[in-house]
């Protein structure tokens, strides 16, 4: 069963850095998506936060430019979102959406917490 499964959200102060990780569950090794990240705080909808495609092109909110990394390690299917200079308006819980031939496959979730 083909799945995305994140991991990495926490607790950390202003200032400070995390990195999630959302591991492709079930799929064949090099297997070829799109994945991208989002999130959604308390009473707000979910928001897009980046992406990175099968050509390797990114795109982040402007809310994150310059803060926010996405990365693709096909050979282990895992995709890396690295968060530095957090801010608590980073507080969110943070989804993985993998789409591969028009499925869509959407994490769990992961809890980012930033304090001031």
């Known amino acids: 069963q083909m799945r995305a499964v994140e991991s990495g959200g926490g607790s950390v102060q202003a200032g400070g850095s995390l990195t999630l990780s959302c591991a492709a569950s079930?799929?064949?090794?090099?297997?070829?998506?799109?994945v991208s990240w989002h999130r959604q705080a308390p009473g707000k909808e979910r928001e897009f936060v980046a992406e990175?495609?099968?050509?390797?092109?990114?795109r982040y909110a402007d809310s994150v430019k310059g803060r926010f990394t996405i990365s693709q390690d096909n050979a282990e299917n895992t995709n890396y979102l690295q968060m530095a200079m957090l801010k608590p308006e980073d507080t969110a819980i943070y989804y993985c959406?993998?789409?591969?031939?028009?499925?869509?496959?959407w994490g769990q979730g992961t809890q980012v917490t930033v304090s001031s």
């Open positions: 959406k993998i789409v591969s031939w028009g499925s869509v496959y």
């Open positions: 990175i495609r099968t050509d390797r092109s990114t």
């Open positions: 079930g799929f064949a090794t090099y297997s070829i998506y799109d």
